[in-house]
């Protein structure tokens, strides 16, 4: 599970998050779609980048959780 702060309140990362916070970052909320979209192609690779610096299957197990989840194919429809 991915902790990453978007905000001061919250620890864990989401779509809605990310959206409610986008004013935070002077964007508006098509502006933040964008971004996150761009971010959800970009790390749906995030295997094939692992695989290429030498990670081991069993570490990239591991990190599957902070990659492969619900809010990912979300950001990636917006």
Known sequence: MLTTNIDLDEGTCSVDLL???SEFFALTLP????V????????ATW???????G?????????????????LKRALAL
């Open 19 to 21: 959206e409610a916070a």
């Open 31 to 34: 502006q933040a779609r964008i």
């Open 36 to 43: 996150i979209k761009e971010v959800a192609a970009v790390t």
């Open 47 to 53: 295997r094939d980048a692992a695989k290429a610096v």
């Open 55 to 71: 990670a081991r299957s069993a570490e990239i197990s591991r990190m599957a959780s902070a990659f492969e989840h619900d809010d």
